[in-house]
């Protein structure tokens, strides 16, 4: 019998995340930042050709399995690189992406499974030029994006996908086998990627990095963060250094914090509770009991968070959203913040 499995990773660039001289581009409209890919994938090749994301490393296997024993392993998918279009005002310039080899180790075998690796990527065909953190101090290619998928399928047909290394930028998100969204990379980090991951630091140079990776936000959350962000005042954005305390538990407290890019951590009564990425709203709980935190909540990396107000979110919506952190807490220990 032969069993296939796959997980899928796609990377693209979210608004406001490129800095620097880099970010000329984009503020004057010849580059684009990109809308937030769906939560369930279905044609790869429809995302590419719409310039809805950068990078696909589609990380597709088999295994043969007689008897319950796996006799034979291969892998099936690639990587795929999208094309990047210039806009000079009525005019486009479309430029075909330099696309690095897959990267393919051979399969591991275990008792009763088989684990597969793979690496995507290369770097767009637009020039960059910027000063670098290393010889020769300046470099006009574009920096290298990448991820490493592992898939790990067992001889009874299941099957765990995971981000076990990434470039800093742009943003990765993760698919299941289906097409489903089930993790996120949790933070980026442009600066560094632009100054150091060009030539033979990726990869393909034997360098890769590892990923941290963020639990995907409720669709509650998905909906009040586009609230919080398109719905008419504007909130303001803070950029938060590893080791900051964002509330502490036992204070007053009245704003909601929309995590836009980074990881934190909860701490309840001293001890850590949970781990917070990008999409998670923070805080509601002070609002609807009293006022006062319930949870410590700490840096772990660089933080970008948008501060909302009270007011901008209805309180139906702040109740549904304490309540399905409650359960959430009740299925994993891990309590909601604020």
């Known amino acids: 019998m032969r069993v296939t499995s796959s997980v899928t990773s796609v990377s693209w660039i979210p608004s406001s995340a490129v800095t620097g001289s880099l970010k000329v581009p984009f503020t004057v409209g010849i580059d684009h930042y ?4 769906p939560d369930v994938i279905g044609d790869i090749a429809d995302l590419l050709a719409r310039g809805r994301v950068r990078i696909v490393n589609d990380l597709r296997v088999w295994i043969d399995v007689v008897g319950g024993e796996i ?3 291969g892998y099936a998918g690639r990587g795929y690189l999208g094309r990047t279009t210039l806009r000079f005002g009525v005019a486009e310039i479309t430029l075909t992406n330099v696309a690095f080899p897959d990267l393919k180790r ?3 075998f275990g008792d009763g499974w088989v684990r597969f690796t793979q690496t995507a990527g290369g770097r767009t065909a637009a020039p960059a030029p910027r000063r670098v953190n290393r010889p020769p101090y300046v470099q006009i290619v574009a920096p290298t994006a990448w991820t490493t998928l592992a898939l790990t399928v067992h001889a009874d047909g299941s099957g765990h996908g995971e981000l076990v290394g990434a470039s800093p930028f742009p943003r990765h998100w993760i698919y299941d086998g ?7 990379s949790g933070f980026t980090d442009f600066a560094y990627w632009a100054g150091d991951n060009f030539g033979d630091w990726s990869p393909w140079g034997g360098r890769d990095q590892r990923a941290i990776v963020s639990t995907v936000e409720t669709e509650l959350e998905r909906q009040l963060s586009t ?3 398109r719905g008419g005042a504007r909130p303001r954005v803070r950029k938060v250094r590893p080791g900051t305390t964002l509330t502490e538990q036992g204070t007053p407290g009245d704003d909601l914090y929309l995590v836009l890019d980074g990881m934190l951590v909860a701490e309840v009564d001293g001890k850590p509770a949970a781990e917070i990425g990008p999409g998670a709203i923070i805080g509601e709980r002070a609002l609807l009991e009293g006022g006062t935190r319930t ?3 700490r840096a772990v990396t660089a933080c970008r968070i948008a501060v909302a107000d009270a007011d901008q979110l209805d309180r139906d919506a702040l109740v ?3 309540a399905d952190h409650r359960r959430e807490y009740r299925s994993s220990d891990s309590p909601t913040t604020g």
């Open 106 to 108: 051979a399969p591991e």
């Open 295 to 297: 949870a410590t909540v």
């Open 71 to 73: 006799t034979g392993a």
């Open 178 to 184: 289906v097409g489903a969204l089930v993790a996120k």
């Open 34 to 37: 990109d809308p937030p890919p």
């Open 320 to 322: 549904e959203l304490s």
């Open 227 to 229: 609230v919080i962000m």
